[in-house]
T-cell receptor, first 115, second 110 residues
Framework: DTGVSQDPRHKITKRGQNVTFRCDPI?????LYWYRQTLGQGPEFLTY????????KSRLLSDRFSAERPKGSFSTLEIQRTEQGDSAMYLC?????????????FGSGTQLSVL | EDQVTQSPEALRLQEGESSSLNCSYT??????LFWYRQDPGKGPEFLFT???AGEEKEKERLKATLTKKESFLHITAPKPEDSATYLC???????????FGEGTQLTVNP
């Protein structure tokens, strides 16, 4: 499978716990994005990387959220001290630098439920 | 701030009954308008990009059009397999992030 891979597919956690999600982009895609989607809504931008550099962060991204892409390949998104409002689908997407969002491919997401 | 509004929220059609979905947008400088299809439990799947008013693109039973303030996704003679949520998104000239609308949930009954 050469698509965007996300792990885990589902995560159930208790309020106050920390969670970490992983995203493996399409090989050789320089750009990697994180979006969050709640039921009945469109995806909301969280942050994006070009190679290992985090170039943009949404104002929606509180201090409890941190994302990394240490070697410019896979990325992790960590949420500390989870709250019920963090329950959502977390989507990762990747694209090459040339071709931009026309060549943006999404993974199937990690569904987070905070109890 | 960019704003994208889609209507209707939900649409139920009979197989073969053509219709249109609307996407209205407000953006300071439009680089591109995107249409995606999303199936339950999956990430959005790219359909079209439109860059300038008057542009049209087609794919099978789908046709997307763009004006300076809105875009339409026309579905001709839909089939049950066209049932999905259709998302519209805009990209500003100043950045690479997409701003999505809330989507239109389309159901096509056989």
């Amino acid at each position: 499978d050469t698509g965007v891979s996300q792990d885990p597919r589902h995560k159930i956690t208790k309020r106050g716990q920390n969670v970490t999600f992983r995203c493996d982009p399409i090989s050789e895609h320089n750009r990697l994005y994180w979006y969050r989607q709640t039921l009945g809504q469109g995806p909301e931008f969280l942050t994006y990387f070009q190679n290992e550099a985090q170039l943009e962060k949404s104002r929606l991204l509180s201090d409890r959220f941190s994302a990394e892409r240490p070697k410019g390949s896979f990325s992790t998104l960590e949420i500390q001290r989870t709250e019920q409002g963090d329950s959502a689908m977390y989507l990762c997407a990747s694209s090459p630098v040339y071709g931009g969002n026309e060549k943006l491919f999404f993974g199937s997401g990690t569904q987070l439920s905070v109890l | 701030e960019d704003q994208v509004t889609q209507s209707p929220e939900a649409l139920r059609l009979q197989e073969g009954e053509s219709s249109s979905l609307n996407c209205s947008y407000t953006v300071s400088g439009l680089r591109g308008l995107f249409w995606y299809r999303q199936d339950p439990g999956k990430g959005p799947e790219f359909l079209f990009t439109l860059y300038s008013a008057g542009e049209e693109k087609e794919k099978e039973r789908l046709k997307a059009t763009l004006t300076k303030k809105e875009s339409f996704l026309h579905i001709t003679a839909p089939k049950p397999e066209d049932s999905a949520t259709y998302l519209c998104a805009v990209e500003e000239t100043s950045g690479s992030r997409l701003t999505f609308g809330e989507g239109t949930q389309l159901t096509v009954n056989p």
